[in-house]
């Protein structure tokens, strides 16, 4: 009997000991997790103000002066800007400026094909011009140095020696551009017109179905299993593919023009 006490006492204390290492190992992670959330909010503060020590520099010029001129080209970011607004406030923007200035203007319905284009434009534009840039920067400037010494103008040096270098980058911008262009809903959704029986169009001024939108407001009450259903997914097979051909057509283009330099 002494025995059997002794060796149930022996797997208790085993198991307590077991049980107080499983603890501190749980208590050992939730710490490390506490910290590694405190350590990330300090680094990113830490970057912050790092990154904000020339302006803060300014002293009281920075936080009480009224003149906002922080470079010499504000360009850029107010392009890039444009990428982070969401496309249903610029649908938004169409549906009550575009839309009224075209109704105004030359007449017409104001919510047509002419409206969705520009205001596309309006939302490709910033990725093309971005990713565009990026490119033409990532030409040596060594290339630019010695066209320059050679006596090109600037001009020829950017249409002769810049352009072609960056033409990879610039394409695949265009593609970019594209395809966010031929996927985009809701903005266009909004400016279009939306017609109820499509037809072919004889002007840019008259209103329009598109392929995003059609899946858009018929999804809602389309009956489940029935061949509306599959028509709208076959809508978005049509797209599916559109957007394939466009990337593969610009991997071939980069790819034969690489091959050329080679």
């Known amino acids: 009997m002494n025995v059997l006490e002794h060796v149930w006492s022996t797997k208790i204390k085993f198991r307590g000991i077991e049980a107080g290492k499983a ?9 490390l997790s506490a910290l590694s959330s405190i350590l990330v909010v300090f680094f990113i503060v830490a970057f912050m ?37 969401p496309s249903i406030v610029l649908g ?3 549906l009550m400026v575009l839309v009224v200035l075209i109704r105004d203007s030359v007449g017409g319905y104001g919510e047509c094909i ?11 534009l910033p990725h093309v011009i971005s990713i565009s840039e990026d490119s033409i920067r990532a030409v040596p ?24 270098h960056a033409r990879s980058g610039i394409v695949a911008s265009v593609t970019l551009g594209m395809g966010n262009a031929v996927g985009e809903t809701m903005a266009v959704l909004m ?14 001024l008259e209103p329009v179905r598109v392929l995003t939108s059609t899946i858009v407001l018929e999804i809602g009450y389309v009956a489940w299993g029935s061949m509306h259903q599959h028509a709208l ?6 797209l599916f593919v559109v957007v394939a051909l466009l990337n593969a057509i610009t991997t071939t283009v980069i790819r034969r023009r690489v091959s050329r330099r080679r």
Not at 114 to 124: N, P
Not at 191 to 204: A, E, F, K, M
Not at 233 to 238: M, R, S
Request: charged residues 10%; neutral net charge.
């Open 141 to 164: 400037r060594a290339y630019k140095e010695a066209s320059l010494a050679l006596g090109a103008t600037p001009l020829q040096t950017m249409r002769r020696v810049l352009l072609p």
């Open 23 to 31: 603890e501190k190992i749980v208590e050992m992670l939730l710490f």
């Open 191 to 204: 400016v279009i017109g939306n017609p109820n029986v499509p037809w072919i169009l004889s002007s840019v």
């Open 233 to 238: 997914f076959a809508l978005g097979i049509v």
């Open 49 to 85: 103000l790092k990154e904000s020590v020339p302006a803060l520099a300014l002293g009281f010029d920075f936080i009480f002066g009224m003149t906002w001129h922080p470079a010499h080209n504000l360009i850029k970011p107010c392009v890039e800007m444009l990428v982070g607004i």
């Open 114 to 124: 002419l409206a969705g284009w520009i205001l596309l434009a309006i939302m490709t």
């Open 92 to 94: 938004f923007f169409g």
